[in-house]
């Protein structure tokens, strides 16, 4: 089953304060020539369903990711990342668009994501 990660946990590390962190945005790791698809995907995502060799982490950045497995459907606002195990069915929705960063372990590809026809 998904595990719905609510809040990162905190960090004991200290940072100076002129120090910060940025995330950047999906849409910023896309050049010119790719921008206009990055927009699509970013707008709106259904994905067939999978059953995927890898764990994937998806962070959420905005809106809402919606996350359709065998037991329910999980609800993953901005804010909260979600986690999949191996061999997990699941399917992703982002039904009003969002903004998130998925990180598959081992990596993505067509051979290991084993969609639903």
Not at 2 to 12: G, H, Q, V
Not at 18 to 37: F, L, M, S, T, V
Not at 57 to 69: C, F
Not at 84 to 91: D, F, Q
Request: hydrophobic residues 35%; charged residues 25%.
């Amino acid at each position: 089953m998904p595990r719905l990660i609510a809040s990162p946990p905190s960090s004991k590390r200290r940072q100076p304060a002129e120090a910060h962190r940025r995330i950047c945005r999906p849409r910023e790791y896309a050049d010119a020539w790719n921008q206009r698809r990055a927009n699509e995907v970013a707008s709106r995502l259904e994905e067939p369903g999978q059953r995927p060799d890898f764990e994937e982490i998806t962070v959420v950045l905005s809106g809402i990711v919606r996350v359709e497995h065998e037991g329910g459907v999980l609800e993953v606002p901005a804010g909260q990342a979600v986690i999949t195990a191996p061999g997990e069915w699941v399917r992703y929705d982002t039904p009003d668009g969002a903004e998130y960063i998925a990180i598959c372990l081992p990596a993505f590809s067509p051979a290991n994501v084993h969609r639903d026809s």
